[in-house]
C-alpha cells in the first residue's frame, strides 16, 4: 500500500479529535508520530504508534522528531478551544494557538517538511451574514480563539507563498460523537460542549443541562448548529492527506452535515437514543453565541470527495452515549 511508505507526525494526537485521528491513520497503514504535551490530552488516548511528550514549540525536540522520523506531512491538533476562556485569557490563546504553531511551523521549514493540515473552525466565521455558511463568507471572528484560528489560516497562506508550504485548513463546525468502536471518545475537563454534557445528565452524573437562552431568533428560541461525527471528521483529514501527498493544492474546507439543531433538538434525541428522562434548566444566554451555524460543506464533497458516513443526530449521540456509558462504569 502507498501509505505505507508514510510517517505522519499528529500533534496534540492525545486530544478528543487528534486521538481518533491517530486511531485512523493507523488503520490506514500509515506509520504515525504522536506530540502532545498531555495538558488538555490521555496518554491512554493514543492507541498505537510513537508517543512522544513535549512541546510543539520546542525546537529542540522537533529538530530530532524531524531528524529521528521522515515525516510526510503534519496534522496539528494541539489547540485550546474554549472560547469563553478565550476572552477573559486571551494571552493563552495567543500563544499557544499561534505563537506555538509558528514554531512548529519554523521547525518544519527548517527541515524541509512542507505538507501541513491544520484543524481550524467555523468560528472564523464570527456571526454569521448567511447560513448555511461557505468558505467565501467573510472572516469576522468575535473571540481570541477564532481570531487565533484566522490568523493561523492568514500566516499558513504567506508561507505558502514564500516558503512554498502546502497546507489544508479544515474548518469544524460542531465535532461531536465517538469512536464507533467505542474505544475512544471526548474526555474535555471541564466539558463545555452540549452532547457530552447532555449525555452526562443522561447518565447521573450531572443532574441536568443547562440551556443557555430560550428566546433567540429561532423556531424553538433554542440555538441551532451543525454537529458533525468525529469519524467523517477524521475521514476527512484522510482526504486532504491523500491531497498533499499527491502534491495536490492548498485549500480549506468547511466540514459539516448542512443540517441544524438546535439545543432543544438535540435534547429530545438524546432522550430517545437514551431512554432516559433527562432534567433541563433554562439559564441565560451565554456570551457571543451565534443563534445559528450551518455548514455548506459542498466544497469539501466535491473538491475532496466526502462522504460523512455518521451524518445523522441519533447516530452521533449513538456512539456519544457508548462512551459515556464507558466512561461512567470506570
Ligand atoms: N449549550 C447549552 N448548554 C450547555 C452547553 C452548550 O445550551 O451546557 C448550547 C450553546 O449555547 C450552543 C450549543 O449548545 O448554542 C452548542 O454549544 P457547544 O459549546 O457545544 O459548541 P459551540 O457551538 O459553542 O462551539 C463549538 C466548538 C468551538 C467552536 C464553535 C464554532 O466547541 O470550539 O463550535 O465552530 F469555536
Redesign the pocket.
Known amino acids: 500500500m502507498a501509505t505505507m511508505s508514510h510517517t505522519i507526525l499528529v500533534v496534540g494526537g492525545a486530544g478528543y479529535i487528534g486521538s481518533h485521528m491517530v486511531k485512523a491513520l493507523l488503520a490506514e497503514g500509515y506509520r504515525v508520530v504522536t506530540l502532545d504535551n498531555l495538558s488538555t490530552g490521555y496518554r491512554d488516548a493514543v492507541v498505537g504508534g510513537e508517543f512522544i511528550l513535549g512541546d510543539m514549540n520546542d525546537r529542540a525536540l522537533l529538530r530530532a522528531v524531524f531528524t529521528d522520523h521522515a515525516i510526510s506531512a503534519v496534522m496539528h491538533f494541539a489547540s485550546y ?3 469563553g476562556e478565550s476572552v477573559t485569557a486571551p494571552s493563552k490563546y495567543y500563544e499557544n494557538n499561534v505563537t506555538n504553531t509558528l514554531a512548529l511551523l519554523d521547525a518544519m521549514m527548517e527541515k524541509n517538511i512542507r505538507r501541513f493540515i491544520f484543524s481550524s ?3 472564523v466565521y464570527g456571526n454569521p451574514i448567511r447560513v448555511p455558511i461557505d468558505e467565501g463568507h467573510p472572516k469576522a471572528p468575535i ?1 481570541p ?2 481570531r487565533s ?1 484566522w490568523m493561523v489560516e492568514q500566516i499558513l497562506s504567506d508561507y505558502e507563498t514564500a516558503y512554498g508550504l502546502k497546507s489544508i485548513s479544515l ?6 460523537g465517538a469512536d464507533p468502536g467505542g474505544q475512544l471518545g471526548e474526555r474535555h475537563e471541564p466539558e ?4 457530552p ?2 449525555l452526562q445528565a443522561a447518565s447521573g452524573r450531572r443532574p441536568s ?5 430560550n428566546d433567540y431568533d429561532t423556531p424553538d428560541g ?4 451543525d454537529y458533525v461525527h468525529v469519524a467523517d471528521l477524521c475521514q476527512a483529514h484522510g482526504l486532504a492527506l491523500q491531497r498533499l501527498l499527491q502534491d495536490g493544492a492548498s485549500g480549506v474546507f468547511n466540514l459539516g452535515n448542512g443540517n441544524g439543531f438546535s ?1 432543544m433538538e ?1 435534547i429530545r434525541a438524546a432522550r430517545e437514543v437514551t431512554g432516559k428522562d433527562i432534567t433541563l434548566e433554562i ?1 441565560n ?2 456570551e457571543g ?1 451565534p443563534p445559528r ?1 450551518v455548514a455548506d460543506s459542498t466544497r469539501a464533497i466535491q473538491e475532496l470527495a466526502w462522504r460523512p458516513r455518521f451524518a445523522s443526530l441519533s447516530a452521533i449521540i449513538a456512539d456519544a452515549w457508548a462512551w459515556e456509558r464507558r466512561l461512567q462504569s470506570h
Open positions: 478551544i474554549q472560547v473552525s467555523a468560528a473571540n480563539y477564532g484560528k474548518r469544524y463546525f460542531n465535532a461531536a463545555t460542549h452540549l452532547i454534557l447532555i443541562i443547562s440551556i443557555f437562552g433554542t440555538c441551532i448548529r439545543v438535540v439559564k444566554r451565554r453565541d451555524l
